[in-house]
């Protein structure tokens, strides 16, 4: 939808430059991506553009025209005719606002269904197993969703500066992590209510492995996956891609004190860094977000 034929393919009213009685209703004329289900944009437009459609009884036919040798012009138009139009247009719009029904409650379906299979993952189990042979555990799988959230922590760019000082052993497998330093990363994380979340709710992919990179969610692919992490003799640090979300992935870094043992510091930016190198200039530069309210 544009202003003229050379900026786009439709005016305002969805007519197509250059065709006549030509309209295009459909996501396509929506300039920019909205981020969630286009259903009801699509209704509002198409309704929009066929309300600047005249109806046959506001529209003046110059009959005369069309007339042939010896035919008379009709002295008033056809009454059935224009109360046929009429329905034909109430139909329509009935139809068009029975399929905007129908999408909502499909969308609002699937949301409920979503919060409700994650909230059920979490509850506690209410069956008395000592009653059944359980089959073998496994991890749970994540919920549709974010299940477990790591919130940024601010300091200082004067007091980031320093957080990489020191030699660090890169590992790039999550089972590469020594134990100290993953229980104590694993153990930052929290459930959305605030309290501390499950660790098998932490999931992780290793470098080349499928992760849930786009909001596109599909079940059994965990959010995050490991870029590359270090071991030093005082801290180590987790360098991540976080996704499910609109657009790439985010690029995460937590950072971990054994003597404390807490995750003093975690930052995001707008993608992941590929060698130490960098991400040691661009954490030096203040170049990471940790403002309250921020999520790893």
């Not at 068009?96 to 506690?124: D, G, H, K, M």
């Not at 100290?180 to 309290?195: M, V, Y």
Request: proline share 8%; net charge positive; aromatic share 10%.
């Amino acid at each position: 939808m544009a202003g003229s034929p050379a900026q786009g393919v439709v005016d305002r009213r969805n007519r197509v430059f250059g065709y006549k009685n030509m309209y295009v209703c459909a996501g396509s004329v929506i300039a920019a991506n909205r981020g969630v289900n286009p259903s009801l944009a699509i209704c509002t437009l198409t309704e929009r553009a066929m309300s600047y459609i005249p109806t046959a009884a506001q529209t003046a036919w110059n009959e005369t025209a069309y007339l042939g040798p010896g035919e008379m012009p009709m002295s008033e138009p056809k009454t059935q005719e224009v109360k046929s139009g009429r329905r034909s247009s109430r139909r329509a719009a009935l139809a068009i606002v029975a399929i905007a029904f129908a999408a909502a409650a499909i969308f609002v379906s699937i949301r409920v269904y979503r919060i409700w299979s994650a909230n059920e993952r979490l509850q506690p189990d209410l069956i008395n197993t000592d009653l059944i042979n359980p089959p073998p555990q496994r991890p749970a799988p994540e919920p549709p969703g974010h299940p477990v959230i790591l919130r940024t922590i601010h300091l200082r760019p004067s007091e980031q500066r320093h957080l990489l000082d020191g030699n660090f052993t890169l590992v790039r497998r999550m089972s590469d992590i020594t134990e100290p330093c993953k229980d104590i990363f694993e153990s930052s994380f929290l459930a959305f209510s605030g309290s501390p979340a499950p660790k098998q709710f932490a999931r992780f992919a290793d470098p080349g492995q499928d992760f849930q990179s786009t909001d596109f969610v599909l079940r059994d692919l965990p959010f995050r996956r490991l870029v590359f992490a270090g071991l030093g003799t005082k801290t180590c640090f987790v360098h991540y891609e976080m996704g499910g979300q609109i657009g790439p992935p985010t690029g995460c870094l937590a950072i971990i004190d054994y003597r404390h043992k807490k995750t003093v510091w975690v930052g995001e930016r707008r993608k992941p860094l590929r060698s130490f190198k960098a991400l040691r200039t661009i954490l030096a530069g203040g170049h990471f977000e940790n403002f309250y309210g921020g999520v790893c």
